[in-house]
């Protein structure tokens, strides 16, 4: 199903209570122009960067899920998943050896304290 960018953008106007004028002048078109976008299925990316400059809302994302960058990303991200899990795995077997390490401090000082407490100079 094709994204029509308008129409969340005019949400997003619709929702911020911002005036058609001021949103037209951030965009540098006229309103009429402005009202024509709202209908629209795509946009220019100059002005897609300032829509999302004035909602701080990424409105790109809306077209992760559309080809060609469903597939670039979906790959991307499976790499992504794959690197946290080796490195998931690669941080348990590092706390498990922290972990041990702490045991093997804590019974060196306990045989240290035994130590010390034998070669003491007894009153």
Do not use: C, W
Request: glycine residues 2%; hydrophobic residues 40%.
């Amino acid at each position: 199903m094709a994204i029509i960018i308008g129409e969340i953008i005019h949400e997003l106007v619709k929702k911020s209570g911002l005036k058609a004028k001021f949103v037209a002048e951030y965009i540098n078109v006229s309103e009429s122009t402005l009202f024509g976008i709202y209908k629209r299925e795509s946009v220019d990316i100059d002005k897609l960067i300032l829509f999302s400059k004035l909602f701080n809302k990424n409105l790109f994302l809306h077209y992760l899920n559309e080809e060609p960058l469903k597939s670039m990303f979906s790959k991307e991200s499976l790499e992504y998943q794959n690197k946290i899990i080796d490195l998931e795995s690669e941080l348990e077997v590092k706390t498990a050896k922290l972990n041990d390490l702490s045991e093997i401090i804590e019974a060196q000082k306990k045989v240290i304290a035994l130590h010390e407490e034998k070669v003491k100079p007894r009153k």
